[in-house]
């Protein structure tokens, strides 16, 4: 039998943004799909702590072009349906530019481009007349450079433009938004709090405070909105952060 509630899968879900928004769209009555790399502790931690609705943990290394395609299929037969995609995931290059390899590149468009792509195209079928929203985290380097993310930035922009692109062709039907985060505490950005300082609003954001705006992105309060970048950065793409990124 279908859900009768609407479903979402979060990839990247195991901690920081990722969790943030995975507990907050359940909170809102979402059957969830909890998407993370790893079948390991962590990460089967943070899905135990998930307390308010049906959930189906899937797992797979994103920069594999099998596993996107895979996961969103794995949710969608679980439940019944598919209403939303949030592409989280991202891998966070950070070296100089003369010291970038090949495969710094190829791991950081597998998994913050490709995927988020690959996974759309599913999405989109398994959504099919019904519609739905997709959801692309990118960065407020998606915007702005910064030394020393190269890569990471050059992959964010791709993805953006992936979200403008999508949102034209899956129209009416599908939204697609990019939610642009600038510097968030979490476990990986190690760097956040001694970053605050140059943050227009003195601090760096936290992961519920992206979590809130994905929740309103994907609600029907937001049922006009499409191929937009939304920063939640805190002013911080008004003043370029010019610390090399490492």
């Known amino acids: 039998m279908a859900e ?3 479903v979402a899968l979060v990839t990247g879900a195991a901690k920081g943004i990722g969790f943030a928004i995975a507990e907050r769209l359940q909170r809102d009555g979402y059957a969830l799909g909890f998407a993370t790399q790893r079948d390991d502790d962590e990460s089967r931690q943070a899905f135990e702590q998930l ?5 189906e943990w899937v797992r797979g290394d994103l920069s594999d072009a099998e596993i996107p395609q895979r996961l969103v299929r794995q949710v969608a037969e679980r439940f019944g349906r598919f209403d939303v995609l949030v592409n ?3 891998v966070s290059t950070a070296k100089p530019a003369l010291e970038l ?3 710094d590149f190829d791991r950081t468009f597998a998994v913050d481009v490709r995927a988020a792509f690959l996974a759309s195209q599913e999405a989109a079928r ?3 007349d019904a519609g739905g929203v997709i959801v692309n985290i990118t960065s407020v380097h998606e915007h702005v450079p910064r030394p020393g993310f190269l890569i990471y930035a050059a992959a964010k922009a791709a993805l953006g433009m992936l979200t403008r692109g999508l949102a034209i062709e899956l ?3 599908i939204r697609v938004v990019s939610v642009a985060p600038g510097v968030i505490a979490t ?3 190690v760097e956040a709090q001694e970053l605050g300082s140059e943050v227009p609003l003195g601090r760096p954001g936290k992961p519920d405070e992206v979590a809130e705006l994905v929740a309103w992105v994907v609600s029907d309060s937001a049922r006009y909105v499409t191929g937009t970048s939304i920063l939640i950065d805190g002013g911080l793409s008004q003043q370029v952060v010019d610390r090399p990124a490492g």
């Open 4 to 6: 009768s509630r609407r």
């Open 51 to 55: 307390q308010d609705g049906p959930a």
């Open 88 to 90: 989280n995931a991202g």
């Open 101 to 103: 390899t090949a495969e």
């Open 126 to 128: 398994a959504m099919g």
């Open 171 to 173: 129209a009416p039907k």
């Open 187 to 189: 476990e990986r950005n």
